[in-house]
């Protein structure tokens, strides 16, 4: 029988995942018979686990400043550094920050405000949760709109998302703002930045727990991050965020457990720190001026041929591409997706180079 291949990533510009970098992949092969679920019988992996956060944390302006960005937390500093741990995804990671939210809230009747370009893990929480979704409009430029927010919030709001790096457009909503608003009505606020969390440290804009009085934050180190799959982040600023997802594990050594699920991936873990150890920041600093550089290229080269393209903001271009035309670059093997509206999106991570969108532009030119 023939040995089953993965696809190659030659034509993938759908993907807001990658090839991991060969640290990651290295220390996942390492520590694949490994469970940080158990971190009484899996002791090692667990204190990777305290170092991932720790590097998420650096990045999401909670950390301590060590030389490593995953040293372990230093017991003597005054903060106790940041809380949170390694998810299966950022599905997982949206699911628990509003569960925590929930457990910390006295509402009968509970809702998350959140903007329309929200994932659709949101939609999931909510329904697990039996917690009220309430999506408001995004402006012209697919961003929350503060005063739509403003108006969907009322007192029986828990959890007020902002989302930085959304999944269509690469758009950073008005964090601050949002921040504001959820204080404001005694709510929490939690950002969204599972995909744009490893770019925005190399940009001016304000998205994180440094620029913000944020809550938590969903980060994963298996998209730009370069970790396998799985690798999440979920991070919270109090340890009371932690606390209230903490269940009785009676039988186990340890004697709570905060993850959603049981058993984890130790591999996941280990290739995150590994990862960070290896690009955090220069490594991810050049690949975010790259996929920054590369994307506006595109856009710039789609619009000479008179397409209809979205300003481009973290690297994704999303370009008007009638039906027939999306069809047969399909049928062609170009991995493409869509935004709900119908327009294509081009995800422009590390795996994505100048070679492969000539040969799409070249392909797109064939078409006409
Ligand atoms: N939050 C945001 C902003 C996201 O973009 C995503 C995933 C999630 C949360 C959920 O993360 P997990 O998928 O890790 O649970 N956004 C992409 C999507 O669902 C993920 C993706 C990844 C899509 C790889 C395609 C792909 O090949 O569309």
Known sequence: MQRAAPQTFERVLSSMCTEPHPSAREAAERFLATNPGDPATYAEVSALEARAVNGLGRLAGLGQSTSSPTAAPDPNAASDGPHGYVTSGGTEANIQAVRSARHRSDATDPNVVAPESVHFSFTKAADILGV??????????????VDAVGAAVDSETILVVGVAGTTEYG???????????????????????AWG????????HAWHFGHAPIDS?????????RAVIPAGGLLFRERD??????????????????????????????????????LWPEGYRREYERADRLARWFAAELRSRDRDVADVELPIVVVDLDEPTFRALRDGGWRLSRTGDGLARIVVMPHVTREMLRAFLDDLDALR
Do not use: N, W
Not at 171 to 193: M, Q, S
């Open 132 to 145: 009220e979704l309430r999506t408001v409009p995004t402006d012209d430029d697919h961003r929350a709109d």
């Open 171 to 193: 758009r950073i909503d008005p964090i601050p703002e949002l921040a504001e608003i959820a204080h404001d009505a005694d709510a929490y606020c939690h950002v969204d930045a």
């Open 197 to 204: 969390g490893f770019l925005l440290p190399f940009t001016d």
């Open 217 to 225: 934050m969903t980060i994963d180190p298996h998209k730009c991050g």
């Open 241 to 278: 965020g932690m606390d209230a997802l903490a269940v009785d594990t009676p039988y186990l050594e340890s004697t709570s457990q905060a993850s959603l699920t049981g058993t984890r991936s130790g591999a996941g873990v280990a290739s995150a720190v590994a990862a960070m150890d290896a």
